[in-house]
Each structure stands twice: as structure tokens, then as C-alpha cells.
């Protein structure tokens, strides 16, 4: 059974910075990544990483969030990471940790669909104040 287990959400001020961790156990999908949901607003997909290949492989973003956060893995550790600097109100969230198996051919048009992953965490609140 896969689990997935995030850590690292705060409250911080506006321009400050996080570091989330995703800590993956049980079977390995080959993509994971982050989504986050803000009270009254749909899920939005804000990155994902390839796990089974290096860093060649595309990282897609939200427009959002690009320039300012960067999803990193360690293989040996199961775990990926979302590093946020600059972080705005507008980052306010829930943020959570997926898992699926993708295509790596067409990751550009589906890395943001909900439905596409299997498995999702629990959350971790971040919170940004102006």
C-alpha cells in the first residue's frame, strides 16, 4: 500500500520561504508531485518530477509558481521536495502530495490533472501573511 507523507508547512510573511517534504512508501509510481487547494478554490497542480529518470526529464509547473518554487527528489529516500521562495498570500494553502503513473510523452497536458494520480497525502497547511 502506498502512503505518502508530507511535512514542512508553516505560517510564514510574505517573501519568506519553505521547504516541503513528501516521504513515499510502499510502490514507486513514477511521477509525484504537489497540488494545493485554498478555501473556495478548485485543486490546482503546482508541480511534478519524473522519478525513475534524471534531471533531463521535463519538470512542469504552474505559471503561477514558476521562477519562484523548484521540485527536487531523493531517490534514495523515497522523498520529493517543494522548495518555495518568494512566497506571496496568493501561496496560501493546503498543499498535497501525489503519486501516479504517467506518461512521460504526454506529461505536458496531464501533469495537472487531479485524476491522474492514484494516490495523494494527507496535506500540510501553508499559510502566508501579508
Known amino acids: 500500500q502506498v502512503q505518502l507523507v508530507e511535512s514542512g508547512g508553516d505560517s510564514v510573511q510574505a517573501g519568506g520561504s519553505l521547504r516541503l517534504s513528501c516521504v513515499a512508501s510502499g510502490y514507486t509510481y513514477n511521477y509525484m508531485g504537489w497540488f494545493r487547494q485554498a478555501p473556495g478554490k478548485e485543486r490546482e497542480g503546482v508541480a511534478a518530477?519524473?522519478?525513475?529518470?534524471?534531471?533531463?526529464?521535463?519538470?512542469p509547473y504552474a505559471a503561477s509558481v514558476l521562477g519562484r518554487f523548484t521540485i527536487s527528489r531523493d531517490s534514495a529516500k523515497n522523498t520529493v521536495f517543494l522548495q518555495m521562495n518568494s512566497l506571496k498570500p496568493e501561496d496560501t494553502a493546503m498543499y498535497y502530495c501525489?503519486?501516479?503513473?504517467?506518461?512521460?510523452?504526454?506529461?505536458?497536458?496531464?501533469?495537472?490533472?487531479?485524476?491522474?494520480?492514484?494516490?495523494w497525502g494527507q496535506g500540510t497547511q501553508v499559510t502566508v501573511s501579508s
Open positions: 518530477i519524473y522519478t525513475r529518470g534524471g534531471d533531463e526529464y521535463h519538470k
Open positions: 501525489v503519486a501516479g503513473m504517467l506518461d512521460p510523452r504526454t506529461i505536458g497536458r496531464t501533469w495537472s490533472r487531479a485524476a491522474e494520480y492514484d494516490h
